[in-house]
């Protein structure tokens, strides 16, 4: 049973005139003749009953009709969702993130993929360093990240969303806590909180340096899975960390105070991350919504 016999059969049934139904699918009546008897040898039953003055179904007609008529619905379904696809209408985008620093980006792309493209779902993956983001991307296993790095990575294409500077926060009552500016070498001896070495934090990298260039490896006395923990423990006075600006203005944490770092007064910048050869129409659409959702801000010339 192939679907242009059920769509000649539903045209018969319907009009209930070989005529009529030849001239709705634009065939000649003798062809349309044909496949309805080829449908009922493949059946093996007679759906017509011909008379010379008129053409009514058979109880096996009656029984095809709903099935026919379902059939043909679903594969009109399946040709408009492939469409669609192909359109990029619908069809889903994978994102990864890190935490704290970039919740308002995914939120604010979020807010407008919904509103432009309500058949695209972006499926969202947080706590995403940046090693592990940026490989997830380039195996194919996310479509998009927000990734910090000091080195371009091959295959990738990418815009800046932010400008973010390094700061150290202390708990309230710390001996540097009223300074107006601090350096990582004043802090040799003091214990740090950080996130995890692995796998592959930007900010846990850019910490190593900064006490590296500071002439001292830095006493880590805990760490933590995300920038909340990692802020709740400073506030809790376990110790101090070294982060981005951006992570703790979207923490919502008291006890704590953010500290201008001389290490600081270099920018870094958040970038919106991509395979270059990505062919997912969904995730041009996306693209499209970050210009405005996620627009890049003003930056130094020669920075791309």
Not at 154 to 180: D, Q
Request: hydrophobic residues 40%.
């Amino acid at each position: 049973m192939e679907l242009h016999q059920l769509e000649a059969f539903l045209a018969v049934a319907e009009e209930l005139h070989f005529g009529r139904a030849a001239d709705r699918l634009h065939v000649a009546q003798p062809p349309l003749s044909r496949t309805i008897k080829q449908l009922e040898r493949d059946l093996g039953a007679h759906l017509f009953e011909r008379t010379t003055r008129n053409v009514r179904l058979t109880g096996a007609g009656e029984a095809l009709l709903e099935p026919a008529r379902q059939a043909l619905e679903s594969c009109r379904t399946a040709r408009r969702a492939v469409q669609s696809a192909g359109r990029g209408e619908t069809g889903r985008v994978r994102m990864g993130f890190a935490g704290p620093s970039s919740h308002l980006l995914v939120g604010q792309l979020g807010r407008l993929v919904r509103e432009r493209h309500p058949g695209i779902e972006l499926s969202l993956q947080s706590t995403t360093y940046a090693t592990e983001g940026l490989r997830s991307v380039i195996d194919g296993n996310l479509d998009l990240a927000i990734v910090r790095w000091t080195v371009e990575p091959p295959g990738i294409s990418h815009r800046i969303v932010t400008v973010e500077r390094y700061v150290l926060v202390v708990p309230n009552g710390h001996r540097l806590a009223k300074r107006k500016l601090v350096s990582m070498a004043e802090c040799r001896d003091e214990p740090f909180v950080a996130l995890p070495a692995d796998p592959g934090s930007s900010v846990r990298d850019a910490f190593a340096r900064a006490t590296h260039d500071a002439g001292y490896a830095p006493n880590i006395v805990q760490t933590a899975p995300d920038s909340w923990t990692v802020m709740a423990l400073v506030a809790a006075g376990v110790g101090i960390t070294f982060t981005v600006d951006v992570a703790v203005s979207n923490v919502v944490q008291d006890g704590i105070t953010v500290l201008p770092l001389r290490e600081g007064r270099a920018p870094t910048y958040s970038r919106l991350a991509w395979r270059k050869a990505d062919t997912n129409p969904a995730l041009r659409k996306v693209l499209r919504a970050s210009d405005e959702a996620l627009p890049t801000p003003d930056l130094p010339a020669g920075v791309l």
